[in-house]
Protein backbone atom coordinates (compact mmCIF):
# COMPACT_ATOMS: atom_id res chain seq x y z
CA UNK A 1 0.00 0.00 0.00
CA UNK A 2 2.90 2.32 -0.24
CA UNK A 3 3.54 4.55 -3.04
CA UNK A 4 6.37 7.18 -4.16
CA UNK A 5 5.31 10.39 -4.18
CA UNK A 6 6.76 10.79 -7.59
CA UNK A 7 5.13 7.79 -8.84
CA UNK A 8 1.57 9.25 -9.03
CA UNK A 9 0.16 12.75 -8.33
CA UNK A 10 0.01 14.43 -5.42
CA UNK A 11 -3.94 14.24 -4.24
CA UNK A 12 -3.09 10.35 -5.73
CA UNK A 13 -0.57 9.02 -2.92
CA UNK A 14 -1.42 7.00 -1.19
CA UNK A 15 0.86 5.00 1.97
CA UNK A 16 1.83 2.33 4.13
CA UNK A 17 -1.18 0.64 5.91
CA UNK A 18 0.32 -1.26 9.02
CA UNK A 19 -2.45 -2.95 10.73
CA UNK A 20 -6.37 -3.38 10.66
CA UNK A 21 -9.40 -4.47 12.80
CA UNK A 22 -12.98 -4.47 11.90
CA UNK A 23 -15.26 -3.83 14.08
CA UNK A 24 -17.61 -5.82 12.65
CA UNK A 25 -21.66 -4.95 12.81
CA UNK A 26 -20.91 -1.25 13.98
CA UNK A 27 -19.90 1.72 11.92
CA UNK A 28 -16.73 3.75 13.59
CA UNK A 29 -17.15 7.14 14.90
CA UNK A 30 -14.20 7.91 17.33
CA UNK A 31 -10.51 6.55 17.75
CA UNK A 32 -8.30 6.99 20.49
CA UNK A 33 -4.67 5.31 21.51
CA UNK A 34 -4.36 5.19 25.41
CA UNK A 35 -2.04 7.74 27.06
CA UNK A 36 -0.86 4.90 29.40
CA UNK A 37 -0.16 1.79 27.18
CA UNK A 38 1.04 1.96 23.96
CA UNK A 39 -0.88 -0.87 22.70
CA UNK A 40 -4.60 -0.20 23.45
CA UNK A 41 -6.71 1.92 21.38
CA UNK A 42 -10.39 2.84 21.86
CA UNK A 43 -13.16 2.65 19.24
CA UNK A 44 -16.49 4.32 19.92
CA UNK A 45 -18.89 3.05 17.20
CA UNK A 46 -22.95 3.03 16.29
CA UNK A 47 -25.06 0.56 14.48
CA UNK A 48 -26.67 1.38 10.93
CA UNK A 49 -24.31 4.84 10.57
CA UNK A 50 -25.68 6.19 13.82
CA UNK A 51 -29.16 7.00 12.78
CA UNK A 52 -31.01 3.97 14.45
CA UNK A 53 -30.06 1.28 16.56
CA UNK A 54 -26.96 0.58 19.59
CA UNK A 55 -23.91 1.54 19.94
CA UNK A 56 -20.27 -0.25 21.21
CA UNK A 57 -16.98 0.63 22.81
CA UNK A 58 -14.45 -1.33 21.43
CA UNK A 59 -10.91 -1.76 23.49
CA UNK A 60 -8.71 -3.14 21.15
CA UNK A 61 -4.75 -4.80 21.81
CA UNK A 62 -1.65 -4.32 19.04
CA UNK A 63 -0.15 -7.90 19.68
CA UNK A 64 3.54 -8.38 19.57
CA UNK A 65 2.90 -10.30 16.05
CA UNK A 66 0.69 -6.99 14.51
CA UNK A 67 -2.57 -8.27 15.38
CA UNK A 68 -5.49 -6.29 16.78
CA UNK A 69 -7.60 -7.87 19.29
CA UNK A 70 -10.58 -6.59 21.15
CA UNK A 71 -10.41 -8.63 24.45
CA UNK A 72 -13.48 -6.31 25.51
CA UNK A 73 -16.45 -4.62 24.43
CA UNK A 74 -19.58 -3.04 25.85
CA UNK A 75 -22.83 -2.10 23.87
CA UNK A 76 -24.91 1.00 24.29
CA UNK A 77 -28.09 1.38 24.48
CA UNK A 78 -27.79 4.51 21.44
CA UNK A 79 -25.12 4.98 18.77
CA UNK A 80 -21.56 6.49 20.16
CA UNK A 81 -20.04 9.44 18.59
CA UNK A 82 -16.95 10.45 20.34
CA UNK A 83 -14.96 8.70 23.13
CA UNK A 84 -12.00 10.13 25.31
CA UNK A 85 -9.70 7.97 27.42
CA UNK A 86 -9.35 8.87 31.58
CA UNK A 87 -6.26 11.37 31.83
CA UNK A 88 -6.42 10.13 35.44
CA UNK A 89 -6.89 5.96 35.16
CA UNK A 90 -5.42 3.91 33.11
CA UNK A 91 -8.35 1.62 32.72
CA UNK A 92 -11.41 4.10 32.48
CA UNK A 93 -12.74 5.63 29.16
CA UNK A 94 -15.69 7.81 28.47
CA UNK A 95 -18.22 7.75 25.48
CA UNK A 96 -20.83 10.46 24.01
CA UNK A 97 -23.87 8.81 23.11
CA UNK A 98 -26.86 9.64 20.50
CA UNK A 99 -30.04 9.34 23.23
CA UNK A 100 -27.95 12.55 25.33
CA UNK A 101 -26.45 9.84 27.97
CA UNK A 102 -22.26 10.37 28.38
CA UNK A 103 -21.06 6.99 30.20
CA UNK A 104 -17.77 5.91 31.74
CA UNK A 105 -16.39 2.28 31.29
CA UNK A 106 -13.87 0.67 32.98
CA UNK A 107 -11.91 -2.41 31.65
CA UNK A 108 -11.99 -4.57 34.61
CA UNK A 109 -15.34 -3.95 34.54
CA UNK A 110 -16.95 -5.90 32.33
CA UNK A 111 -20.69 -5.41 31.61
CA UNK A 112 -21.86 -2.05 32.41
CA UNK A 113 -20.68 1.70 32.88
CA UNK A 114 -19.32 2.25 35.93
CA UNK A 115 -20.77 6.43 35.94
CA UNK A 116 -23.50 7.68 33.52
CA UNK A 117 -24.85 10.95 33.03
CA UNK A 118 -27.93 12.35 31.35
CA UNK A 119 -27.85 16.30 31.53
CA UNK A 120 -27.92 17.02 27.61
CA UNK A 121 -31.07 16.79 25.83
CA UNK A 122 -29.87 15.97 22.31
CA UNK A 123 -27.11 14.22 20.63
CA UNK A 124 -23.76 14.26 22.31
CA UNK A 125 -21.03 14.56 19.23
CA UNK A 126 -17.66 15.10 21.30
CA UNK A 127 -16.18 13.99 24.27
CA UNK A 128 -12.23 15.44 25.35
CA UNK A 129 -10.37 15.02 28.46
CA UNK A 130 -8.22 17.77 30.07
CA UNK A 131 -4.72 17.29 29.70
CA UNK A 132 -3.68 19.94 32.11
CA UNK A 133 -6.03 19.33 34.67
CA UNK A 134 -6.85 15.97 34.36
CA UNK A 135 -9.78 15.77 37.68
CA UNK A 136 -12.22 17.10 34.28
CA UNK A 137 -13.54 16.67 30.95
CA UNK A 138 -15.85 18.41 28.26
CA UNK A 139 -18.64 17.53 26.25
CA UNK A 140 -20.72 18.93 23.08
CA UNK A 141 -24.08 18.85 21.67
CA UNK A 142 -26.66 19.18 19.20
CA UNK A 143 -29.04 20.91 22.31
CA UNK A 144 -26.05 23.74 22.25
CA UNK A 145 -24.60 23.69 25.31
CA UNK A 146 -20.82 22.38 26.70
CA UNK A 147 -20.70 20.86 29.49
CA UNK A 148 -17.31 20.52 31.76
CA UNK A 149 -17.63 17.21 34.01
CA UNK A 150 -15.62 15.71 36.66
CA UNK A 151 -15.51 12.06 36.44
CA UNK A 152 -16.43 11.89 40.57
CA UNK A 153 -19.53 13.96 40.51
CA UNK A 154 -23.05 13.22 39.15
CA UNK A 155 -23.77 16.62 38.16
CA UNK A 156 -21.87 18.95 35.79
CA UNK A 157 -19.41 21.82 36.77
CA UNK A 158 -20.23 24.40 34.74
CA UNK A 159 -22.38 24.53 31.50
CA UNK A 160 -21.59 27.29 28.77
CA UNK A 161 -24.77 28.34 26.45
CA UNK A 162 -23.53 30.24 23.17
CA UNK A 163 -27.13 31.16 22.29
CA UNK A 164 -28.57 32.64 19.26
CA UNK A 165 -25.74 35.99 18.24
CA UNK A 166 -25.79 37.39 22.06
CA UNK A 167 -23.27 34.13 22.79
CA UNK A 168 -24.73 34.65 26.65
CA UNK A 169 -23.11 31.68 28.96
CA UNK A 170 -24.80 30.26 31.88
CA UNK A 171 -21.79 29.50 33.97
CA UNK A 172 -23.54 27.15 36.97
CA UNK A 173 -24.32 23.46 37.34
CA UNK A 174 -27.46 22.30 35.22
CA UNK A 175 -29.10 19.53 37.32
CA UNK A 176 -32.02 21.33 38.37
CA UNK A 177 -33.03 22.80 35.04
CA UNK A 178 -32.15 20.21 32.81
CA UNK A 179 -35.15 18.00 31.21
CA UNK A 180 -34.82 14.19 30.08
CA UNK A 181 -33.16 13.61 27.05
CA UNK A 182 -35.29 12.13 24.49
CA UNK A 183 -34.20 8.88 22.50
CA UNK A 184 -31.48 9.34 19.59
CA UNK A 185 -34.56 7.68 17.22
CA UNK A 186 -37.48 10.07 18.41
CA UNK A 187 -35.06 13.13 17.85
CA UNK A 188 -34.51 11.79 14.00
CA UNK A 189 -38.00 11.20 13.78
CA UNK A 190 -39.33 14.69 15.48
CA UNK A 191 -36.14 17.06 14.47
CA UNK A 192 -35.51 15.10 10.94
CA UNK A 193 -35.78 18.78 9.12
CA UNK A 194 -34.25 21.09 12.23
CA UNK A 195 -31.51 23.10 11.57
CA UNK A 196 -28.55 22.38 13.02
CA UNK A 197 -26.94 25.79 13.31
CA UNK A 198 -26.79 25.92 17.56
CA UNK A 199 -25.12 22.38 17.07
CA UNK A 200 -21.91 22.26 18.88
CA UNK A 201 -19.82 19.49 16.57
CA UNK A 202 -16.56 20.26 19.10
CA UNK A 203 -14.92 21.33 22.09
CA UNK A 204 -11.11 20.80 23.22
CA UNK A 205 -9.63 21.79 25.99
CA UNK A 206 -6.41 23.49 25.48
CA UNK A 207 -3.33 21.42 25.83
CA UNK A 208 -1.42 24.52 27.44
CA UNK A 209 -3.80 25.55 29.91
CA UNK A 210 -6.28 23.97 32.19
CA UNK A 211 -9.08 26.78 31.93
CA UNK A 212 -9.12 27.33 28.11
CA UNK A 213 -11.15 25.53 25.46
CA UNK A 214 -12.20 25.47 21.63
CA UNK A 215 -15.26 25.04 20.19
CA UNK A 216 -17.10 25.13 16.44
CA UNK A 217 -20.55 25.16 15.58
CA UNK A 218 -23.41 24.56 12.96
CA UNK A 219 -23.40 28.64 12.32
CA UNK A 220 -19.66 28.35 11.18
CA UNK A 221 -18.22 29.97 14.44
CA UNK A 222 -15.27 28.90 16.30
CA UNK A 223 -15.38 29.94 19.80
CA UNK A 224 -12.72 30.45 22.85
CA UNK A 225 -13.35 30.25 26.09
CA UNK A 226 -11.88 30.93 29.51
CA UNK A 227 -13.76 29.31 32.00
CA UNK A 228 -12.02 31.14 34.69
CA UNK A 229 -13.52 34.73 33.88
CA UNK A 230 -16.87 35.68 34.87
CA UNK A 231 -17.79 36.39 30.88
CA UNK A 232 -16.20 32.94 29.94
CA UNK A 233 -16.72 33.52 26.15
CA UNK A 234 -13.38 35.31 25.04
CA UNK A 235 -13.54 35.61 21.06
CA UNK A 236 -15.67 33.79 18.17
CA UNK A 237 -15.53 34.15 14.72
CA UNK A 238 -17.07 32.90 11.56
CA UNK A 239 -14.14 30.22 10.46
CA UNK A 240 -15.41 28.13 7.17
CA UNK A 241 -17.49 31.33 5.22
CA UNK A 242 -20.58 30.39 6.75
CA UNK A 243 -20.37 26.93 6.31
CA UNK A 244 -20.71 24.61 9.06
CA UNK A 245 -17.27 24.14 11.08
CA UNK A 246 -17.46 20.38 12.09
CA UNK A 247 -14.40 20.07 13.77
CA UNK A 248 -11.18 22.06 15.73
CA UNK A 249 -7.99 21.24 17.63
CA UNK A 250 -5.24 23.30 19.24
CA UNK A 251 -2.03 22.79 18.30
CA UNK A 252 -0.05 20.95 20.40
CA UNK A 253 3.37 23.17 20.52
CA UNK A 254 2.16 26.50 19.31
CA UNK A 255 -0.71 27.94 22.40
CA UNK A 256 -2.80 30.30 20.30
CA UNK A 257 -2.38 28.43 17.14
CA UNK A 258 -5.13 25.66 16.29
CA UNK A 259 -6.59 24.16 13.02
CA UNK A 260 -10.66 23.78 12.14
CA UNK A 261 -12.51 21.67 9.35
CA UNK A 262 -15.71 21.98 7.47
CA UNK A 263 -18.38 21.56 4.56
CA UNK A 264 -16.27 23.81 2.66
CA UNK A 265 -14.07 20.87 2.46
CA UNK A 266 -10.75 22.68 3.79
CA UNK A 267 -8.80 22.63 6.50
CA UNK A 268 -7.76 26.27 8.05
CA UNK A 269 -5.28 27.51 10.25
CA UNK A 270 -5.70 30.47 12.51
CA UNK A 271 -3.49 32.48 14.94
CA UNK A 272 -5.57 33.80 17.53
CA UNK A 273 -3.54 36.61 17.95
CA UNK A 274 -4.32 37.91 14.90
CA UNK A 275 -7.83 37.31 15.10
CA UNK A 276 -7.85 39.08 18.16
CA UNK A 277 -6.38 42.44 15.80
CA UNK A 278 -9.25 42.95 13.82
CA UNK A 279 -11.22 44.44 16.44
CA UNK A 280 -11.59 46.41 19.28
CA UNK A 281 -11.59 44.39 22.35
CA UNK A 282 -14.92 44.43 25.11
CA UNK A 283 -15.30 45.83 27.59
CA UNK A 284 -14.25 42.75 30.19
CA UNK A 285 -12.51 40.67 27.03
CA UNK A 286 -8.79 41.16 26.45
CA UNK A 287 -10.11 39.57 22.78
CA UNK A 288 -12.66 41.00 20.75
CA UNK A 289 -16.21 39.45 20.92
CA UNK A 290 -17.48 39.51 17.48
CA UNK A 291 -17.10 40.08 13.97
CA UNK A 292 -19.74 40.62 11.34
CA UNK A 293 -17.23 39.18 8.90
CA UNK A 294 -14.83 36.27 8.60
CA UNK A 295 -11.46 36.71 9.23
CA UNK A 296 -9.01 35.54 7.10
CA UNK A 297 -7.29 32.15 7.89
CA UNK A 298 -3.51 32.18 8.02
CA UNK A 299 -3.19 28.73 5.78
CA UNK A 300 -5.70 26.78 4.45
CA UNK A 301 -5.28 23.00 2.74
CA UNK A 302 -7.81 21.96 -0.36
CA UNK A 303 -7.80 18.80 -1.31
CA UNK A 304 -10.33 16.72 0.22
CA UNK A 305 -13.55 16.25 -2.08
CA UNK A 306 -16.06 16.46 0.77
CA UNK A 307 -16.55 17.84 3.85
CA UNK A 308 -14.15 17.54 6.33
CA UNK A 309 -15.01 15.69 9.59
CA UNK A 310 -12.24 15.71 11.73
CA UNK A 311 -8.98 17.56 12.12
CA UNK A 312 -5.89 16.48 14.49
CA UNK A 313 -2.66 18.10 15.46
CA UNK A 314 0.49 15.53 15.90
CA UNK A 315 2.01 15.36 19.30
CA UNK A 316 5.18 14.93 17.97
CA UNK A 317 5.51 17.24 15.04
CA UNK A 318 3.88 21.39 15.30
CA UNK A 319 3.73 21.97 11.89
CA UNK A 320 1.44 18.28 11.16
CA UNK A 321 -1.67 17.84 11.27
CA UNK A 322 -4.38 14.91 10.15
CA UNK A 323 -7.89 14.84 8.78
CA UNK A 324 -10.41 12.74 7.85
CA UNK A 325 -13.44 13.27 5.21
CA UNK A 326 -16.58 11.76 3.67
CA UNK A 327 -14.51 11.45 0.69
CA UNK A 328 -13.52 8.36 2.14
CA UNK A 329 -9.95 9.30 2.88
CA UNK A 330 -7.83 10.88 5.45
CA UNK A 331 -4.97 13.21 4.53
CA UNK A 332 -1.69 14.27 6.18
CA UNK A 333 -0.89 18.23 5.87
CA UNK A 334 2.14 20.35 6.92
CA UNK A 335 1.93 23.67 7.99
CA UNK A 336 5.45 25.43 7.12
CA UNK A 337 4.51 29.06 8.71
CA UNK A 338 6.86 30.56 11.30
CA UNK A 339 6.13 33.36 13.45
CA UNK A 340 7.45 36.22 10.65
CA UNK A 341 5.33 34.29 8.44
CA UNK A 342 1.95 34.34 10.30
CA UNK A 343 2.01 37.85 10.73
CA UNK A 344 2.67 38.37 6.78
CA UNK A 345 -0.29 36.46 5.62
CA UNK A 346 1.93 33.93 3.66
CA UNK A 347 0.00 30.50 2.92
CA UNK A 348 2.92 27.55 2.71
CA UNK A 349 2.77 23.90 2.98
CA UNK A 350 0.42 21.40 1.97
CA UNK A 351 -0.62 18.15 1.31
CA UNK A 352 2.11 15.71 2.76
CA UNK A 353 -0.02 12.17 1.70
CA UNK A 354 -3.72 10.61 1.08
CA UNK A 355 -4.62 7.10 3.61
CA UNK A 356 -7.38 5.55 1.09
CA UNK A 357 -7.79 2.17 1.94
CA UNK A 358 -11.28 2.91 3.55
CA UNK A 359 -14.29 2.02 1.31
CA UNK A 360 -16.91 4.47 3.12
CA UNK A 361 -17.05 8.05 5.20
CA UNK A 362 -13.79 8.59 7.30
CA UNK A 363 -15.04 9.53 10.74
CA UNK A 364 -12.03 9.09 13.55
CA UNK A 365 -8.50 9.29 13.88
CA UNK A 366 -6.12 9.68 16.40
CA UNK A 367 -1.95 10.12 16.42
CA UNK A 368 0.06 7.78 18.89
CA UNK A 369 1.44 9.19 21.76
CA UNK A 370 3.66 6.27 21.60
CA UNK A 371 6.44 4.56 19.60
CA UNK A 372 8.25 6.01 16.40
CA UNK A 373 6.39 9.35 15.67
CA UNK A 374 4.11 9.04 12.82
CA UNK A 375 1.62 6.07 14.12
CA UNK A 376 -1.81 7.10 13.55
CA UNK A 377 -5.55 5.37 13.74
CA UNK A 378 -8.06 5.98 11.53
CA UNK A 379 -12.02 4.57 11.71
CA UNK A 380 -15.08 4.91 9.23
CA UNK A 381 -18.46 3.80 8.30
CA UNK A 382 -16.86 0.92 6.78
CA UNK A 383 -16.61 -0.79 10.19
CA UNK A 384 -12.77 -0.20 9.46
CA UNK A 385 -9.98 0.69 12.34
CA UNK A 386 -6.23 1.49 10.35
CA UNK A 387 -3.31 1.78 12.06
CA UNK A 388 -1.35 3.66 9.74
CA UNK A 389 2.79 5.06 9.59
CA UNK A 390 2.55 8.69 8.29
CA UNK A 391 6.38 9.32 8.91
CA UNK A 392 6.87 7.35 5.61
CA UNK A 393 5.35 10.05 4.06
Known amino acids: NFVSKTQLPQASVTHFLMLSFRTKGYNGYGVQYSPFFDNKLAVATAANYGHVGNGRLFILD ?17 GLFDLAWSEMHENQCVVASGDGLIE ?5 VSQFPIMQWKEHQREVFSVNWNLVDKSNF ?13 SQRQESLLTLNPT ?29 HNSTKNC ?25 WDIRTPHPLQLHFV ?20 ASGGTDKSVRVWDLRMVSNLDQPSAHSPMPLHHHRGPSALNQFVGHEFAVRRVQWSPHNGKELLSTSYDMTARVWRDELDERARFLNTKTGGLMGVFNKHREFVIGCDYSLWGEPGWCATTGW ?11 L
Open 62 to 78: IGPNGQITSPISWETQD
Open 104 to 108: LFDRT
Open 138 to 150: VTSSWDGSIKIWA
Open 164 to 192: GTDYTTVAAPIASTAQPPLLHQQHHQRNQ
Open 200 to 224: IYSAQFSPHSPSMLVSCTGASQVQI
Open 239 to 258: SHDGLETLSVDWNKYKSTVI
Open 382 to 392: DEMVYVWDSKR
